[in-house]
């Protein structure tokens, strides 16, 4: 739904207290130091001890509504958006909502989950939902804690490209000096690659009583970044383009691109290939890692910070998810 126009009322981030280099998991993996930041590009990311993921949620959320200037009670709509939820059921999002202080029945709460797109999803749902009136004020939190599945035995390398964290935005019908438009919402889907990035354990594709070994290597992360870079590789700049162009914007008229954070090497492919000057792509991905679902907030929220966002600005989020998806918005703030 294009020209949709809101209120980007607050953001914010949760992180968990624990920050690690790659040199400290050289040391832990057995490798020289240097190792995993020079085949991976990540030098540190956050990783979750006691902390629980709900608990990250509810800390990027707060930051958020304190910043929109609102009460917890005020949100009517609460979407948590991320690849993997606290359980298999319930849904995650109501938990949430227990942590905010929201009333019973003062909100209606639903989960989201198209891996690293996630948030983008969230996002096209708020905002239309907004739009057609059905809800005032929507909460869009990812978090994730991708430390849990990790293949650090198998394939150190991916596994250091991983960081978690929570990140979260309130979304509000337009309001006079917080109205943002939505140019353009484009995802499309290449379920070739279906199988280049994985977790096969906690669905119902394998029967922990019958197969309890296969259940357990099902429990790490598996990836073909070959497979993936050679997919997008040949994809992603050409839907690009077809963002661009149900924007009616050009790659110049773009004054930031926040992007999923999916690996170093990624994000200088999106340089080179897709036409944007470094300078205008968001890029924390070294100093956090992907952060799954919410590695795009997280990456919004530093934006906004910085102030490298600022009323008129023409910004594009765009990522990348497993499935092979791809997506992208693009709003004028």
């Known amino acids: ?19 690690v280099s790659s040199v400290s998991l050289d040391r832990e993996i057995g490798k020289t130091e240097g190792w995993l930041e020079e085949n991976c590009g990540v030098r540190e990311r956050y990783v979750c ?19 929109a ?11 948590f958006a991320s690849a993997i939820p606290k359980h298999s059921i319930p849904a995650t999002s109501p938990l949430i909502a227990r942590h905010l202080g929201i ?17 983008l999803s969230g ?12 809800y005032k004020c929507a909460l869009v939190v990812s978090s994730e804690i991708a430390s849990r599945a990790l293949p650090w035995r198998t394939d150190p390398a991916t ?12 979304l509000t019908a337009p309001e006079a000096n917080h109205a943002s438009r939505i140019r353009a919402i484009l995802f499309e889907t290449y379920h070739d690659g279906y199988e280049a990035c994985q977790l096969a354990a906690g669905g119902t594709a394998i029967d922990f009583h019958k197969e309890p070994a296969r259940f357990a290597a099902g429990s790490f992360f598996q990836m073909s970044g070959r497979e993936l870079f050679k997919l997008t590789a040949g994809k992603f700049p050409e839907y690009v383009d077809r963002v661009l162009a149900a924007a009616k914007w050009t790659h110049e008229d773009v004054d930031l691109v926040v992007p999923h954070q999916a690996s170093p090497l990624a994000l200088a492919h999106l340089v080179k290939r897709c036409g944007f000057a470094r300078d205008r792509v968001v890029d924390i991905v070294a100093s956090h890692g992907n952060q799954v679902a919410a590695s795009i907030p997280s990456a919004l929220h530093f934006a906004r910070r910085q102030g490298l966002i600022n009323r008129g600005s ?13 997506g992208g918005i693009a709003i004028e703030i």
């Open 159 to 170: 596994a250091g490209l991983f960081g978690d964290g929570a990140a979260a935005a309130v």
């Open 69 to 79: 200037n609102i009460q917890a009670a005020n949100i009517d709509l609460l979407i």
């Open 123 to 134: 996002f096209d749902v708020a905002t239309a939902m907004i739009a057609a009136g059905r």
């Open 103 to 119: 009333p019973n029945g003062a909100c209606a709460t639903l989960d989201v989950n198209s891996t690293c797109l996630s948030f």
């Open 1 to 19: 739904m294009t020209g949709v126009t809101f209120s980007l009322r607050g953001t914010g981030i949760g992180l968990p207290g624990r920050r």
């Open 314 to 326: 023409r910004v594009l989020l765009l990522g990348t998810s497993a499935g092979v998806s791809f």
């Open 49 to 67: 001890g006691a902390e629980a993921q709900d608990e990250l949620a509810a800390t990027a959320a707060r930051e958020a509504i304190a910043e």
